[in-house]
């Protein structure tokens, strides 16, 4: 489970974060959507506490992140907004160095290595060297690096970001997945189908501030818009920044 | 734990031929680089040149020519164009100066009358001058003798002629003529370690960063201050590795410069350079963390290789302003690079009186090392200095 709460935080003149709360509920897809500068990123990285927040916190399965950092980001798999590859290094390196940085040695390592290879299909690759990858392999990869240690909670930042229609298919079928087993997800993009077709619960931000939760569903509900599009628009009082 | 980001970080490092390479060239350059100058600069100042001259009337003079020999001032007819002409199949340069001897030139010297010669040169050219002094210094000496001669044929002392003489006393020995020189080997070394680090420490720092992989490295549940230390390890080991190879090169080239040709007493055994690699190995890892503060503080890929293209001269500029100075004092011994280029110089003249400097200059080298690391890993937790802004 994860949660963030009261979150404020300013760069510079500008308010990032304004009072932001959330949570994220095992079992189920939360979507975090929100034009493009509205806070998204910025509470994820307080989240992981990678920021320091000037008020609230961020809580990993009940740890606080930002007293415990460490022990907040072992409970978690970070799919990034850029992929970041260490080009020099073979899938399967990249992968197990991911691993060992969440304490998996030896044997136990190599087991989880064989299998998150063998759930995202990318036996083939393994052992190739990751520069030369299409941006498809690139995302499996860095998906494999996010489950190696079997996190219960899974956070993506933009994932679809630059992906082809096999790509998304596939990681949306690996998110659908993870949900039946239980996990957390939560996924923040300014993609309204992605959203639409993916999430149990939205939570609309914009300007550090959460505008509305609630289902896809509810969401049209309470806007009396056809659409999540619609009411998105209507939440946020513009359509800047959002693609449909 | 830091032993998993060690083994990621070299792995990462020695597959980037680019910057293996660099480090390698940085290495080897030096020593070579070092080697060839030194054996041009010696060739220079030791060996004589054949100094080339038309002189007419050889007959006159049979005493002044034998001289002129003697200092390979040599008789050859002036080459009609060019300034080239061939002898025994070499290709050798005419100075174009021309030296004659009066018809009268014996009669008169004989007779005690002023003998003349003409000396025809183009003076304009710049090294003109030394050639002439060197013609004019040989008759000069050979006309003392005769004066000498003539005066004590008469019954006068010679000394009647010098009032004053100046005695030259060259204080310059041969060791401290080297020391100079000696003291840029020991210089060159500490730049290897330097050198052969910079690309490894900006690749893993700034370079990781604009990779958009060391954001997420910083989320992973691991402290900065373990992935600095394995940075630092990794930067330090090509540091190591540069300078071993510098070290070696230097004891084994050493041995084929002529340096005693200019009398130097000069000990590069491989004791010696036992204990200025183990010398080099504090520093190495000063140099890591030293270059990897530069770098990450910098926005950049770009702006780390302009920042660490100055600092890389501290350790030439301030060693080498000392040397030639010749400043000393006491605390010099105890500051990082200071410390090594002193202990280095100092081995190398055989000068070095006590190793107790080198020892707590080593550990005041650490020290800074884990220091520097220690800054390192508190600004990682800086979003100014992870994301670059």
């Known amino acids: 489970m994860l949660e963030v709460k009261n979150l404020v935080k300013h760069f510079g003149e500008v308010k990032a974060l304004d009072d932001l709360s959330f949570r994220a509920e095992d079992g189920q897809i939360t979507g975090i959507l929100g034009p493009n500068g509205a806070g998204k990123t910025t509470a994820l990285r307080v989240l992981y506490g990678l920021l320091k927040a000037e008020q609230g916190t961020g809580f990993i399965n009940g740890i606080d992140s930002q007293v415990d950092p460490q022990g907040a980001r072992k409970k978690i798999g970070i799919f990034p907004d850029k992929f970041g590859l260490y080009e020099r290094l073979t899938a399967r390196e990249q992968i197990s160095y991911f691993a060992e940085l969440h304490g998996l040695k030896g044997e136990q390592r190599e087991i989880a290595l064989d299998n998150v290879i063998a759930d995202l299909d990318i036996g083939d690759i393994a052992n190739r060297k990751c520069a030369g990858f299409s941006q498809g392999q690139r995302m499996k990869v860095v998906l494999a690096q996010a489950l190696v240690h079997q996190p219960k909670n899974l956070i993506l930042d933009e994932p679809t970001r630059g992906l082809d229609v096999m790509s998304t298919r596939i990681l949306r079928d690996v998110l659908t997945n993870l949900k039946q087993q239980g996990k957390c997800i939560l996924f923040s993009s300014h993609v309204m189908q992605e959203v639409a077709a993916l999430c149990d619960r939205v939570i609309v931000v914009a300007e550090g501030k959460v505008a509305a939760i609630g289902t896809p569903e509810e969401l049209c509900e309470r806007t009396q818009k056809p659409s999540l599009e619609e009411a998105f628009v209507s939440l946020i009082g513009s359509d800047e920044g959002i693609a449909a | 734990m830091i032993w998993s980001l060690f083994k990621k970080e070299f ?64 008789h050859q007819l002036t080459p009609e164009t060019g300034k080239h002409f061939s002898l025994d199949g070499e290709d050798k340069e005419h100075s174009k100066i021309r030296l004659t001897f009066s018809e ?27 050639r002439v002094r060197r013609i004019k210094r040989i008759i000069d000496g050979y006309q003392s003798q005769l004066i000498s001669m003539k005066l004590m044929a008469r019954g006068v002392s010679p000394s009647v002629l010098s009032a004053i003489k100046v005695a030259e006393n060259d204080t310059s020995s041969p060791s401290s003529k080297s020391a100079l020189l000696l003291g840029m080997l020991g210089i060159m070394i500490l730049v290897a370690v330097f050198v052969s680090s910079t690309n490894v420490a900006i690749d893993c720092s700034a370079g990781e960063r604009e990779r958009n992989s060391l954001e997420l490295l910083i989320m992973q549940p691991v402290s900065t201050w373990q992935v600095v230390v394995a940075k630092t390890l990794n930067t330090g080991m090509f540091g190591v590795i540069g300078g071993t190879l510098s070290v070696v090169l230097t004891a084994m080239v050493i041995p084929f410069i002529p ?65 030639f100075s010749n400043y000393k004092h006491i605390a010099l011994s105890y500051i990082p690079i200071l410390a090594q280029q002193q202990a280095i110089s100092q081995m190398i003249r055989g000068e070095l009186e006590s190793y107790t400097p080198l020892v707590i200059g080593s550990i005041i080298t650490i020290a800074s090392a884990v220091l520097i690391a220690k800054f390192i890993a508190r600004s990682l937790k800086s979003e100014k200095v992870v994301l670059g802004l």
């Open chain 2, 104 to 130: 009268s030139f014996a009669e008169n010297l004989k007779a005690g009358k002023t003998a003349e010669v003409n000396l025809t040169a183009d003076y304009s050219k710049k090294e003109t001058g030394d």
């Open chain 2, 259 to 323: 340096l005693h040709k200019l009398g130097m007493a000069f000990h590069f055994d491989w004791q010696l350079a036992l204990t200025i690699w183990l010398l080099l190995l504090p520093l190495a890892f000063f140099a890591a963390a030293f270059q990897l503060a530069t770098a990450f503080h910098a926005k950049s890929f770009k702006e780390a290789q302009s920042y660490i293209q100055y600092t890389i001269m501290i350790p030439v500029i301030v060693p080498m302003a000392l040397e």
């Open chain 2, 11 to 74: 792995i990462d490092s020695i597959r980037d031929k680019r910057a293996v390479f660099a480090a390698m060239a940085g290495a080897l350059f030096s020593p070579i680089f070092f080697a060839g100058m030194m054996t041009f600069m010696l060739e220079k100042s030791t060996s004589v040149d054949e100094l080339y001259i038309e002189i007419v009337n050889e007959q006159q003079a049979p005493q002044i020519v034998a001289l002129l020999n003697q200092g390979k001032v040599l």
